[in-house]
């Protein structure tokens, strides 16, 4: 089962990843190359992709309402927590991922299947 797991927040719980020092910040970026290493480690797990995204102030969100697209600067929603980032892993099932997302950052991590709508 493909899996799309979103990082929301800072990823760490020592605080937002511009006020931490470059040991910190190279301590937080370990973690996610230990959770690369683990999910190729681990039969039957793929990691097929993920990347680190801009905060919520370099999002252009579209809206469409009565048929009209809206396209407006910044995030699609006023929220303090910012999306981090995602990763995309093939995992034989949910305890698998969960089990691998124990090594990144402090997070909050939002897993979904991703379905197969062909």
């Known amino acids: 089962m493909k899996y799309f797991v ?3 927040g800072e990823g ?3 605080g937002p990843w511009d006020e931490l020092t470059p040991d910190q910040q190279q301590q937080e ?3 996610h190359g230990a959770f690369s290493e683990a999910c190729d ?5 793929e990691m097929l992709g993920g990347e680190a995204l801009g905060d919520g102030s370099m999002a252009t969100t579209l809206r469409t309402s009565g048929g009209e697209l809206t396209v407006t600067d910044g995030p699609y929603a006023e929220a303090a927590e910012q999306i981090g980032g995602f990763y995309i892993v093939d ?3 949910i305890d698998t991922l969960i089990d691998l997302c124990r090594i990144l950052p402090a997070y909050d991590i ?3 299947p ?3 709508v062909a």
Do not use: Y
């Open 6 to 8: 979103l990082l929301v």
């Open 12 to 14: 760490s719980e020592s």
């Open 29 to 31: 970026m370990a973690k």
């Open 41 to 45: 480690e681990r039969t039957g797990v």
């Open 91 to 93: 995992a034989p099932d």
């Open 110 to 112: 939002d897993i979904r």
């Open 114 to 116: 991703i379905l197969d």
